[in-house]
Every structure is written in structure tokens, then in C-alpha cells.
């Protein structure tokens, strides 16, 4: 699988050198609604901005949006913005998704975040200055870049099998990983470990983990 084709910014903690990430690739960068305002202080300008819309009011949108940026009005309460980014993203063919902001600022937002992107079956890259929680799709193969020696932790956000993990000290085979504390701090041995499973839903998370590269699995 390819790099991340689309990046979501939302509304928490974001810094100019996170948007540096982004700046010099052609992916689709989407501003969570009030995330617009972070994204023109730091020299970044979104191609889209989506979500309820309380940030940024109609004479804004007019007046201070550079032309060309996309708005897209979801009023759903049942959602949060970023739930309607990345919602937004997959229905415009992005499998592949880096996300940034997604934590800091309010803690029921950040938990909302983290939850929106548990529900969602796209790969998803969330990247905050403390490390990456990497959601990964099922039914392919990720190989993930970590340190030697580093730790990383496999979360069963849903119960997971058929769970299959290499290139660590503590390696899986079709493996069963319930939802719970099972899965925290497992060693990488080499440069990258590599990984598939069959259902479920499955996070990464580590303090240095490079962007995934999944590979259809029936390819490997």
C-alpha cells in the first residue's frame, strides 16, 4: 500500500512542525473545521474544510478562505469533525490516511478522536509529538519501520484474529488478541516488523514508528 494519500489536521494540539510533514508532498490536506485557522497561521492552506462549521462563519469563509478551498457543511451532531473528515476522505477514494491534531486541547475531544478513528476501516496514521497510534486495516500486510530494539504495542481495538506478527521478540501466528492490556510493549529486533491480520480492528502504537507501507496480503 501506498503512503498516505490525505491529511486530516484537527482541532487539538498542531504546530508548524507538524505541518512540515505535509508540506512537501502532494497529498489532500483537510482542515477540521476550526483546524482551518491553524493550518493559514502556519503557511499550510487546506483543500478542503469539513465539518459543523461553528469555527468559521459565513462572512470568514468569504472574506478570509483563500479561493479554491473546498467547504463541505456537515451539521450531523452525531459525529465529530474529524469522524466527518475521515468519512469525507474515504468516500473520495483515500484508503490511507495521516492524521495530525488529533490530540491535546480538550480530553473528550481527544478520546473522540481516537475513537472516531477506531470505527473507521482505513489505514490511519495518527502523529502527535509524543509518537504514533497507527490503525491498521485488516486482510493486508503492514510493515512497519521501528528502531532496533524499540518497544511497540499491537491494541485490540475490536478482538482480533487470525493475527500474524513478525520481526519481534514476542512473534504471533494467527494469534487471537482480545481487547484488553495483552499486546503492550513487545520489542522490534530488527529495523521493521511486519504484520496482518483477519478480523477485527488493530492499533500500533510506539514512540518511534515509521509510516506503514501495507502490501495486499495475498501478494506477499
Known sequence: ?????????????????????????????????????????????????????????????????????????????????LAKALAWAEAAGHRSLLVLGATGGDLQHEWGNMMACAASALDICVLDGRGARQFLSRGAQHRLGVRHRASFSLMAVHDVGGLTLTGAEFELDHATLRTGSKGVHNVACDDSVTLSYATGRLAVVADSIAFFSPEDADEA
Do not use: F, Y
Not at 485557522?37 to 502556519?42: E, G, Q, S, T, V
Not at 459543523?52 to 459525529?79: F, T, W, Y
Open 1 to 81: 500500500m501506498e503512503a498516505p494519500t490525505c491529511a486530516i489536521v484537527a482541532n487539538g494540539d498542531v504546530t508548524r512542525s507538524d505541518l512540515s510533514r505535509i508540506a512537501p508532498t502532494n497529498m489532500t490536506v483537510v482542515a477540521c473545521d476550526g483546524a482551518v485557522w491553524a493550518c493559514l497561521d502556519h503557511g499550510t492552506c487546506p483543500h478542503a474544510v469539513v465539518g459543523d462549521l461553528d469555527s468559521i462563519n459565513e462572512l470568514e469563509r468569504k472574506e478570509v478562505l483563500p479561493s479554491g478551498v473546498e467547504v463541505i457543511h456537515m451539521p450531523d451532531q452525531s459525529a465529530n469533525d
